[in-house]
């Protein structure tokens, strides 16, 4: 594939008038101040605080220092010329146990960062959840309890209310399977938890939680509102019966848990096979389905690779003792192509098949918005004091190249988001993986924008021209 990287920007395929480009972020990645101006506990606080649960016991508590340095990350959107910057907000930062008295600072820095972006151009997108729940609800139950998806409504309420005349876009949740599956059944992520039912509990009232908090949007008169999903490009190990079912159960773990009920007004087919006895639960109700499915406008999709799946036997013999990730899959890495330093493939086609087959299954779905893709490589800053990471400019142009080739087969795409302005709070990973455009001495907290920076901004340019735009 030839890129704007090897040839110029004339090669790269050309995106529509109005594809709009920005960068994103998540709060307890960058924000710091943990303790700072009423904030309360997240769970990411406490798991962080575990011994053993991140690398190199690294924390939140600092991260990039966002919350006191904001003004000079809005100055780096501003120059990278991106149209919007998507951001979350810290819940326990407005709500420091989760409900109940609200923290005045809390809202007030939010106000601040709004105000500065689109005092320079720039659109904010809010993201009401990435993954920091109030330690306070998590507590009482956290995501496997129903109390906590009306809580994260009253929330939306809160923030809409005060931000709602100049956020132009709303996100409800980031990446659901990585809070009910990695945090609740894997116990990778916070809040560290390896259970079955509690998982899947949890994977439903995050759905409840957003269908709650869309009415309250809705209700509020706010811009348009939708949900980011990790959705993953699920390819079977061979034709083996086995193996095509181990696929069927993967798509239904990854994907169908989330897009049936979103899209398809139902819960997803294949989920007795997935989950047996498992999937049987009292949180469900009558109506959920009507509350979850009600319209969006439109769809976040976050991607970083494909994954290939093969048949596996259950790890527990008793299928009570199962994890909902438990279902009888093994991952393999076929792929003979290069990886990133997360261990991820790089396969651009797979994005583009991805999306294609959503708006194959799902012909209503919502516009889409590419709310998350980059790469995590070995950065490092040279002699001459700059980071020449060729291999993301490669990643990031690839990856645009699947998404015009998805938009020429006729997908609703409307922009696309790169992970991230910033190298951050990797979650478990620590600072160990860097995925910024901005390079982050996480001694000093300079900033340093690499060679990917400035290639972005050049190709925001040159679709501003191509389809003649005006300049920002």
């Not at 966002?66 to 819940?91: K, M, N, Q, T």
């Not at 997360?342 to 194959?360: D, I, S």
């Not at 889409?368 to 490669?394: C, K, P, S, Y």
Request: hydrophobic residues 40%; proline residues 6%; glycine residues 10%.
């Amino acid at each position: 594939m030839t890129t704007p990287a090897q040839d110029g920007w004339a090669a790269f395929p050309e995106l529509p008038a109005g594809f709009r480009f920005g960068a994103a972020t998540a709060a307890y990645q960058i924000e710091g101040a943990h303790q700072e101006d009423g904030r309360g506990p997240s769970v990411w606080d406490t798991f962080s605080h575990t011994p053993g649960r991140t690398h190199g016991g690294a924390t939140g508590d600092a991260a990039c220092d966002h919350y006191h340095r904001h003004p000079e990350d809005v100055a780096l959107l501003r120059e990278l010329g991106v149209d919007g910057y998507r951001f979350s907000i810290s819940w326990p930062r407005l709500l420091p146990e989760g409900t109940g008295p609200v923290n005045p600072k809390g809202l007030d820095f939010y106000d601040r960062l709004i105000d500065d972006l689109l005092a320079v151009g720039v659109a904010p997108t809010v993201t009401l959840y990435h993954w920091d729940l109030p330690q306070a609800l998590e507590d009482r139950g956290g995501w496997r309890v129903r109390a906590t998806a009306e809580a994260f409504a009253a929330y939306a309420a809160l923030a809409a209310e005060r931000y709602g005349d100049r956020v132009e876009r709303w996100i409800t949740l980031n990446e659901p399977y990585c809070s009910a599956f990695v945090g609740y059944a894997e116990g990778r992520h916070a809040p560290g938890a390896r259970e079955g039912r509690g998982a899947l509990a949890a994977a439903h009232h995050l759905l409840v939680g957003h269908g709650l908090a869309v009415r309250e949007l809705r209700a509020a008169g706010v811009g348009e509102v939708g949900i980011t999903l990790n959705l993953d490009r699920v390819h079977a190990a061979s034709t083996l019966p086995e193996d095509l079912a181990a696929k069927r159960r993967a798509t239904t773990l990854h994907n169908e848990i989330w897009t049936e009920p979103l899209f398809a007004g139902r819960y997803p087919a294949y989920e007795r096979q997935t989950w047996g006895g498992l999937a049987d639960g009292p949180w469900r109700r009558a109506d959920d389905l009507e509350l979850i499915g009600a319209p969006l406008d439109f769809l976040g999709v976050n991607f970083y690779r494909p994954i290939t799946v093969a048949a596996a036997a259950h790890r527990a013999a008793d299928p009570e003792q199962r994890t909902a990730v438990d279902i009888g899959v093994t991952e393999l890495d076929p792929y003979r192509t290069r990886h990133t330093t997360m261990g991820w493939p790089v396969v651009p086609k797979a994005f583009t098949e991805l999306l294609c087959e959503l708006h194959r299954r799902h012909p209503q779905l919502p516009p889409v918005w590419i709310t998350e893709n980059g790469t995590a490589e070995a950065d490092t800053l040279t002699a001459d004091g700059l980071v020449h990471d060729a291999q993301r400019i490669d990643y990031l142009a690839e990856h645009l190249a699947a998404v015009a080739e998805a938009v020429a087969a006729g997908v609703d795409v409307r922009g696309y988001y790169v992970w991230s302005l910033l190298d951050n709070f990797e979650w478990a990973r620590g600072y160990e993986q860097r995925f910024g455009l901005v390079h982050v001495d996480f001694d000093t907290l300079t900033r340093t924008p690499k060679d990917s920076y400035h290639w972005f901004r050049g190709l925001i340019t040159a679709h501003r021209a191509r389809t003649e735009e005006p300049a920002r």
